[in-house]
């Protein structure tokens, strides 16, 4: 289903990496990775330094043992229809507008669904079947995975500098996740969610 609905199977892809005399062979992992850290790793294990405008980070000090872990959460976007992912090793969440019925012919029949938001406890619910976002018990969770959301987009979307300070957390994510470029969307002007009021 493409990377639409941020399930494991959609975003999930394999990485081989072979680096004779560098790392132990034979390694397998379930690390946390983004493909953002393969240019930051490749410069690195040839010694070249990382560029400034680089977002991923190194495999290196993971491959060859200085660390013990590579990323704490990864992070996705499928700005098309308004969707972003964070996920830790235990938790996922995923946000859209709901702006969209999906789209490339997947629309689903009931026009947009409007903003909504899916948590997936990982450990416990592998097959991501139970959305926990709505559950009251989940709360706090939520509300830490919105914010790991956040910090994200903050450090990493070109236009974060120009967020209007007075949104709240859901209107900051739709403000994120509205793609900002003509033809995002077939044909049509992107549209903008939020304007601030000038005086």
Known sequence: FEKHMF????????????????????????????????LPTVTDALGIPAHEDFQGISLMPYLTGSEDTHREHVFSEFLQDDKAMVATKDWKYIFTSGKYDLDLGYETGYGPSGIYQRMY????DP???????????HQAKLVEMQQLMLQKFNETHPEAAELPAELNTLGQLVWFCQPRDIGSNYDEVPLRFYEAEVE
Request: zero cysteines.
């Open 7 to 38: 399930w494991d199977e959609a975003v999930t892809a394999p990485f081989v990496i072979k680096g004779k005399g560098i790392f132990e062979a034979g390694k397998r992992t379930a690390e946390l990775m983004e493909f953002v850290d393969i």
């Open 127 to 137: 097959n991501e079947t139970t959305n926990l976002a709505y559950k009251p018990e």
């Open 121 to 124: 406890n990982l450990k416990e």
